[in-house]
């Protein structure tokens, strides 16, 4: 699927998004958005599935777009025993993910952990519940 990304240059790319930035051009009025680029979207399981046979880590930074991610993800995460995630508990950008729908979605792990650095966005420590 192709997509439109948000992106921007302050930041080195670092805020680029595929979801409209909304809260995050309140909070860091100096990242301004300028252009957008398309960009092909494949699920996970579809670029792991030759890769990978047994995980131990997903680490994601996506820009509110976690939920998506975990989504297409269902596969790879039966290999998958701990997920470090930035989460979001406001509407940092349109319609993103917040971290109690991670919460619901990722039913064989717990949130251990959760750093809110960033205010309304943070970054969160899961572990396979089978683990703890």
């Not at 300028?34 to 046979?53: F, K």
């Not at 777009?65 to 596969?75: I, M, N, S, W």
């Not at 995630?85 to 971290?99: I, M």
Request: charged share 25%.
């Amino acid at each position: 699927m192709i997509c439109d990304m948000n992106v921007e240059q302050a930041n080195q790319g670092m805020s680029n998004s595929l979801l409209k930035p909304i809260k995050h051009l309140d909070q860091y009025p100096s990242i301004q958005f300028t252009t957008t680029e398309e960009v092909e979207v494949r699920p996970l399981d579809e670029i792991t599935s030759h890769l990978l046979t047994r995980g131990n880590l997903l680490v994601m930074d996506v820009q509110g777009f976690e939920l998506e991610v975990l989504k297409g993800a269902t596969q790879t995460l039966n290999q998958i025993d701990y997920i470090y995630t930035e989460v979001n508990r406001d509407e940092v950008y349109e319609n993103c993910a917040r971290v109690e729908q991670l919460d619901e979605f990722l039913t064989d792990f717990s949130r251990v952990e959760t750093s809110w650095a960033g205010g309304s966005w943070g970054d969160s420590w899961y572990i396979r519940k089978s683990l703890l």
